[in-house]
C-alpha cells in the first residue's frame, strides 16, 4: 500500500511555472507506475501525465505535450510535474496516482492510490 501526498500548487499569472511534487510512503515506490491527472470544476477528471517505474516509459496528454514535463526520483519516493507555460485553462486541482500495473494507463480508473490533490490556479 501507498500513501501520496501532493505539494506545491498555488496562484500563477499566464506563462509562469510550476513544480509540482508527491511524496510517497511505504517501501515498494519504485514498483508503482506513477500518474499525474487534473480535474477542472465541473468537469471530469482528466489524465495529465504518467511515467514507468524506472522512467523508461513516459506519456503526456496532447494538451500539455511540450509544457509538461514528468519524472520521479525513486531514492526520495517523489514523483514531479514540471509545468512551464502555464495557460488559464490549466487551473485544476492536480492529483497524483499511483498503480501496479507495469504498462503506464492513461484512465483514472486504472490507478489504486490517489493523493488529496493540490490546487493550480492560473490567472490572466
Known amino acids: 500500500q501507498v500513501q501520496l501526498v501532493e505539494s506545491g500548487g498555488r496562484l500563477v499569472q499566464v506563462g509562469d511555472s510550476l513544480r509540482l511534487s508527491c511524496a510517497a510512503s511505504?517501501?515498494?515506490?519504485?514498483?508503482?507506475?506513477m500518474g499525474w491527472f487534473r480535474q477542472a470544476p465541473g468537469k471530469e477528471r482528466e489524465f495529465v501525465a504518467v511515467?514507468?517505474?524506472?522512467?523508461?516509459?513516459?506519456y503526456y496528454a496532447e494538451s500539455v505535450k511540450g509544457r509538461f514535463t514528468i519524472s520521479r526520483d525513486n531514492a526520495k519516493k517523489t514523483v514531479y510535474l514540471q509545468m512551464n507555460s502555464l495557460k488559464p485553462e490549466d487551473t485544476a486541482v492536480y492529483f497524483c496516482a499511483a498503480t501496479v500495473k507495469g504498462i503506464p494507463p492513461t484512465a483514472p480508473g486504472e490507478y489504486d492510490y490517489w493523493g488529496q490533490g493540490t490546487q493550480v490556479t492560473v490567472s490572466s
Open positions: 511505504g517501501r515498494t515506490f519504485s514498483r508503482y507506475t
Open positions: 511515467i514507468s517505474w524506472y522512467s523508461s516509459t513516459i
